[in-house]
Nanobody, 121 residues
Framework: QVQLVESGGGLVQTGGSLRLSCAAS????????MGWYRQAPGKQRELVAV???????NYGDSVKGRFTISRDNAKNSVFLQMNSLKPEDTAVYYC???????????????WGQGTQVTVSS
């Protein structure tokens, strides 16, 4: 079983910055990806950013150029540096880890409890 613990959310003004952290524990397969998703009230959960075990990254269109995802493989941790924050970035941010035993296996996904990010105008 994999557990994810997030930290770093909070309240910030427009144009400010926040850094989210997520630490994973448990047995994690070598083939994995870690990322962040967010969900605003009344909206579907959406991809913010993801990074694979090979450090390939992918970002949601709305955060490209403002957010940066990184990871520390030795500590099974993923980070999200959020700059130039906007009120529309306000949401609960969820850490996600997906892993699989072999290339042909199905992904197994795990989620953190979520951390609130609020950007005031």
């Amino acid at each position: 079983q994999v557990q994810l613990v997030e930290s770093g959310g909070g309240l910030v003004q427009t144009g400010g910055s926040l850094r989210l952290s997520c630490a994973a524990s448990g047995t994690i397969f070598r083939l994995n990806r870690m990322g962040w998703y967010r969900q605003a009230p009344g909206k579907q959960r959406e991809l913010v950013a993801v990074i694979t075990s090979g450090s390939t990254t992918n970002y949601g269109d709305s955060v490209k150029g403002r957010f940066t995802i990184s990871r520390d493989n030795a500590k099974n941790s993923v980070f999200l540096q959020m700059n130039s924050l906007k009120p529309e970035d306000t949401a609960v941010y969820y850490c996600n880890l997906g892993h699989k035993l072999t290339v042909g296996s199905s992904w197994l996904d795990y989620w953190g409890q979520g951390t609130q990010v609020t950007v005031s105008s």
